[in-house]
């Protein structure tokens, strides 16, 4: 039973090779299979690898289908997700806006902010800002450190400049 266990662990390379190899038993004609010098494995162990050719392919056709499902989940999970933070970045305040500006006409979009304040613990939230890097020396009396704006909306605010425009 453990065997059995272990080879439905198999991984999907060598899954696809069982399946290969089983369905070219099974369905090559037989000229080919006594070319091959396989005519008596066929026909002594033909039950045998008939099972592992159909379980492999399940298992196969059902590993594409997982992996499939998950694919366009998390490309519709994606797509909400952007969604919802160019629908952020449409109802940013004015100091945000003028922060993003500053941003923008950073060359490399960088700048040093307060890790502490207000807008930029929100614009880090919304993914719209990110600390450039994972481990920074902060002093206590300066808790500034770089951030950079995220490509998705560098671009997104490239195409709509005018949702920087200060409302008043």
Request: net charge positive.
């Amino acid at each position: 039973m453990n065997n059995i266990v272990n080879i439905l662990k198999l991984p999907p390379t060598i899954m696809s090779g069982l399946a290969i190899a089983s369905g070219l038993l099974l369905f090559l004609p037989d000229h080919i299979i006594d070319k091959l010098y396989m005519t008596d494995l066929k026909e002594e162990y033909g039950l045998l690898i008939g099972g592992v050719f159909i379980i492999s392919v399940s298992i196969l056709v059902s590993y594409i289908g997982v992996s499939v499902s998950k694919a366009i989940y998390s490309k519709i999970i994606n797509e909400k997700r952007v969604k919802l933070r160019k629908k952020q970045l449409k109802k940013l305040n004015n100091e945000e806006k003028e922060l993003l500006k500053y941003f923008m006409d950073q060359p490399d979009k960088t700048l040093k902010l307060p890790m502490n304040n207000g807008i930029t613990i929100k614009l880090q939230y919304y993914k719209i800002i990110t600390p450039a890097g994972n481990n920074h020396l902060v002093l206590a009396t300066d808790m500034r450190i770089p951030y950079f704006l995220q490509p998705w909306v560098q671009e997104f605010l490239s195409v709509n400049p005018h949702l920087l425009e200060s409302s008043t």
